[in-house]
């Protein structure tokens, strides 16, 4: 039945409705055809019911419109009445309810806005939306804490990202914009020829701002030769000051790019956090998914990243990864516990187009690995809590595994502001370099515009000024 042909009828509804409900329908029929002359199933939807015909049974179901406090009720009424149609029909709940956005937390931040309680909030999602008992709390516990680290924001402030896109390696399910370090070395000077007159060219547009986040990413930014991490921070200390930030991080990552050299200017700059990412501690594993790094090095680069002085340390990890089972999650568990970081954040596998995943396996079947990934799942939060990590943000995205979620778990005081940014989209993001995207935030209208830079290296490097104008468009009306 994953294998469905669907008709889908839209009668007096907008065609725009179609993909979202296109979306739900493949959560629960992950392989669904909406364009075989055939059908198996056809779903006819009105603004007043919906008709399902199957095996030449026809099953009708109202549609009763409710205030759920959304700019789209009929929308969300709907989905919720075929996300019943299609449980009937498949046996299966998905934990994520009629929600297909990448950003859940949001819809729980404008409930609380309009002065909803936690529990309240909670009861709605479950009601409206019908997201599982534990979803709904994860999401109403995240967004309450995410509230409570951003109370004192004033509208005026911004944050800033550069993207270093060179790593060891490529990472079979990565779809990040990434370069083999070795075979760009020689455009990696003019590369930071580009990123210094871009980040430049743009302080001026951030007088007068209040500076929140400074986020290296990547790529792997520690790829960098110590030398040009240093000419590239002490260009950011002198453009922007980077004692101005709130936060200052680093995505260190690959543990095979962290040396004591690379370290030490970090902390020399007064990095504050950086991430040293196992993904799984399992060596098996990481050779499946080209990570070229071994468990030791992990190991290593933690403990001298310890004995440098960083305080605050995150490590990623991927749920859903080929072949692991529920036994290896939790042995990769036992020794992250064993090393204690101080944020954690936990992936779900996700299978992008662009990955190499993607191009030898394609299209995966993501209902059939629920139960699976539901179990690791448990087992991350169960352990993040008995090391003292609580929920500070959360993500979903397309084609993840079971349809379940990413999320961040941090002890107190050691969240990174920027994650939250990213998700929440209520503070403006001025990126540098190739891949980044600058989102500047209007607060009076509670919108965004996005400015992207272009991905390809050469491109960024030749097309820089082009990039510089693109936000200067944006950010002299933001
Ligand atoms: C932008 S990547 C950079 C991290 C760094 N270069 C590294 O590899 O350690 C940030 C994180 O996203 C996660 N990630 C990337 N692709 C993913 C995918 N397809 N599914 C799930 N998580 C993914 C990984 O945990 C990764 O560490
Ligand atoms: S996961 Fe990290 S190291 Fe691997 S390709 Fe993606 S960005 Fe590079």
Redesign the pocket.
């Known amino acids: 039945m994953r294998t469905a042909k669907i008709e889908l009828l839209l009668q007096g509804i907008e065609e725009r409705m179609r993909y979202e409900l296109q979306m739900l329908i493949r959560e629960f029929l992950p392989f669904a055809a909406f364009d075989a002359p055939v059908p198996d199933i056809r779903i006819t939807i009105r603004q007043d019911q919906i008709l399902w015909e199957e095996n030449g049974v026809t099953q009708v179901r109202p549609v009763v419109l409710m205030e759920d406090h959304s700019a789209d009720p009929l929308k969300n009424r709907i989905k919720s009445v075929l996300y019943d149609l299609l449980t009937g029909s498949t046996g299966y709940k998905v934990p994520w309810g009629t929600l297909t956005g990448v950003r859940p937390t949001k819809i729980a931040w404008s409930l609380l806005d309009l002065g909803f309680t936690p529990t309240e909030v909670k009861d709605h999602m479950q009601k409206a939306y019908r997201l599982s008992e534990d979803k709904a709390d994860l999401m109403t516990r995240t967004a309450v804490r995410e509230r409570s680290l951003m109370s004192d924001r004033s509208g005026n402030d911004v944050s800033v990202y550069i993207g270093i896109p060179f790593?060891?390696t490529?990472?079979a399910y990565?779809s990040?914009v990434?370069y083999d370090h070795r075979s760009y070395e020689k455009l990696s000077e003019a590369y930071m020829e580009a990123l210094l007159h871009e980040l430049e060219a743009c302080a001026p547009m951030l007088q007068g701002r209040k500076l929140q986040s400074f986020y290296m990413g990547?790529?792997?930014p520690t790829t960098l030769q110590p030398a040009q991490m240093d000419r590239l921070l002490t260009a950011v200390d002198r453009i922007y000051g980077l004692d101005s930030f709130t936060e200052r991080t680093v995505e260190a990552?690959?543990p095979d790019t962290i040396h004591p050299e690379i370290l030490r200017v970090l902390k020399d700059h007064g990095i504050d956090r950086i991430s040293i990412n196992p993904q799984t501690m399992h060596q098996k594993t990481l050779d499946l998914i080209g990570?070229y790094h071994t468990v030791e090095d992990v190991v290593r680069a933690y403990e001298l990243a310890r004995k440098e002085g960083f305080d605050n340390i995150n490590m990623d990890l991927i749920l859903g990864l080929p072949e692991e089972t529920v036994d290896d999650v939790s042995a990769t568990m036992e020794c992250v516990r064993a090393l204690g970081p101080d944020s954690l954040t936990v992936h779900t596998l996700a299978i992008k187009r662009s990955s190499k995943f993607y191009q030898e396996d394609g299209e995966q079947d993501l209902v059939a690995q629920a139960p699976l990934i539901g179990e690791m799942i448990d087992i991350s939060r169960k352990t993040a809590a008995s090391m003292g990590l609580e929920p500070y943000y959360m993500y979903r995205q397309k084609n993840m595994a079971g349809n379940f979620e990413n999320v961040g778990y941090s002890q107190p005081r050691k969240e990174c502001l920027y994650n939250i940014e990213i998700m929440e989209e209520r503070q403006s993001i001025v990126a540098f370099g190739a891949g980044g995207v600058s989102k500047i935030y209007y607060p009076t209208e509670n919108r965004l515009e996005r400015a992207p830079n272009v991905k390809n290296v050469s491109e960024y490097i030749a097309r820089v000024d082009e990039m510089i104008e693109r936000k200067r468009k944006e950010l002299l009306h933001g």
Request: hydrophobic share 10%; charged share 25%.
């Open positions: 790593c060891p490529r990472c990565c990040f990434s990547g790529g792997t990552g690959r990570r």
